[in-house]
């Protein structure tokens, strides 16, 4: 297994549409991929199931999915490729650095699909929706921009939920039983690894889409509170 993933590090290396670390790219997004259709992430995106799916489903945007695991990058950039998908490209890198690689208002929506939910409330500071990594996003993305949330953990649902009442979030979609529903858009439909894994054995998944506020209150206290209320888990 480790000669497997050194190989495929070795590799990547060489993928068209792989960008490891790189500098300077920021407002560069649309030369990269020689035209100026919107740009949409996908953070932690693991093996790249979604943004591949979603490029596939959205010809006429522009999908790069984030993550520092370029062992699991591989295998969705690799199929990408193998399938020519140009719509598609891959940024490894840390979320926390995201910031640096995007312009004001180059961003037109961000996924955030079946993430690490950090369900300990001393690691809540890492959750991709916790208000640290809005700030972040609020950097690039442009205004109104959407935010796609899609979880099989209620934890972090309520959590990204308590977030969303206390820093007065938008919110545009609030689904606590995605698949319960019939008319379900495409873009939802799209499953990754993670998600078939089951992790959280609540057979439901979740799914929240909301904008940012044009000023990101500092109600950082109130939902610390709100955290040390809880049992830790």
Known sequence: MAQKKLLRFKEIKSFSNVLEYPENMQGKWNEFFKNDHPIVLELACGKGEYAIGLAQLYPNKNFIGVDIKGNRMWVGAKIALDKKISNVAFLRT???????YFNANEVEEIWITFP??????????????????????????????????????????????????????????????????????????????????????SNTVFYLCFTLPEIINNNDEILNATLNAELDL
């Open 116 to 201: 690490d939910p950090h369900l300990r409330k001393s690691k809540a500071k890492k959750r991709l929706t916790h208000p640290k990594f809005l700030r972040l996003y609020k950097q690039f993305l442009k205004s109104n921009g959407l935010i796609h949330l899609k979880t099989d953990l209620p934890d972090l649902y309520h959590f990204t939920k308590t977030v969303m009442d206390l820093y007065d979030l938008k919110a545009i979609s609030d689904i606590n039983d995605l698949y319960k529903n019939e008319n379900i858009k495409e873009e939802l439909k799209i499953k990754t690894y993670y998600e078939s894994l089951d992790i959280a054995k």
């Open 94 to 100: 840390q979320i926390d650095k995201i910031n640096q």
